[in-house]
Antibody, heavy 121, light 105 residues
Framework: DGQLVESGGGLVTPGGSLRLSCAASGFSLRSFNMNWVRQAPGKGLEWVSS????????LYADSVKGRFTISRDNAENLLYLEMNSLRAEDTAVYYC??????????????WGQGTTVTVSS | IQLTQSPSSLSASVGDRVTITCRTGQGMSSYLAWYQQKPGKAPKLLIYAAYTLQIGVPSRFSGSGSGTDFTLTISSLQPDDFATYYC????????FGQGTRLEIK
């Protein structure tokens, strides 16, 4: 089927930066829109950002707009999330997810295992 | 546009039929999906396009609804089904419902 593996999480001080990566295997990333979704400790899922297959359309949640940048390298089958000006409220598990669609509709059908970002002094 | 999911939690027994509701505020059935998440695990796609069962998902799961009101139904709860469930809208700026925690009674 396919697999996604995130990396790059860790502990960072407020105001700091991190770059998350998501490596795809078993399918060609270039054929799919991709998303980042996060989950703060004990909380629900929050959509963070999405990118179209050729990077022409980028969307961000209001909570991260201006601080986070989504990008992709289709040749390397990699998705990225550059996170700047990090805040305590950005602490979460970050998932990358593939946006699947067919004649019926849409869903996020493949998810990575998640990478943990902790923002703390 | 916010998604309103209810109930926020639910206690049920093995064999029970349960229903979770998601109100989208905008008609968009082809962009409505349901996920199951277990503690420490990534979400799993159950249903997309409001009614279409994802490959490999047991047939006791079903989706229904139209317009702005959608439901996820589990026809006969199994021990593996106790988890948290989320609806999601994928059009425009995607968003998730608040989640429904399904617990064993």
């Amino acid at each position: 089927d396919g697999q996604l593996v995130e990396s790059g999480g860790g502990l960072v001080t407020p105001g700091g930066s991190l770059r998350l990566s998501c490596a795809a295997s078993g399918f060609s990333l270039r054929s799919f829109n991709m998303n980042w979704v996060r989950q703060a400790p004990g909380k629900g899922l929050e959509w963070v950002s999405s990118i179209s297959s050729r990077s022409t359309d980028l969307l961000y949640a209001d909570s991260v707009k201006g601080r986070f940048t989504i990008s992709r390298d289709n040749a390397e089958n990699l998705l990225y999330l550059e996170m700047n000006s990090l805040r305590a409220e950005d602490t979460a598990v970050y998932y990358c997810a593939r946006h699947y669609f067919d004649s019926s509709g849409h869903g996020l059908d493949i998810w990575g295992q998640g990478t943990t970002v902790t923002v703390s002094s | 546009i916010q998604l309103t999911q209810s109930p926020s939690s639910l206690s049920a027994s093995v064999g029970d039929r349960v229903t979770i509701t998601c109100r989208t505020g905008q008609g968009m059935s082809s962009y409505l999906a349901w996920y199951q998440q277990k503690p420490g695990k990534a979400p799993k796609l159950l249903i997309y396009a409001a009614y279409t069962l994802q490959i490999g998902v047991p047939s006791r799961f079903s989706g229904s609804g139209s317009g702005t009101d959608f439901t996820l139904t589990i026809s006969s709860l199994q021990p593996d089904d106790f988890a948290t469930y989320y609806c999601q809208r994928l059009n425009g700026y995607p968003s998730f419902g608040q989640g429904t925690r399904l617990e064993i009674k």
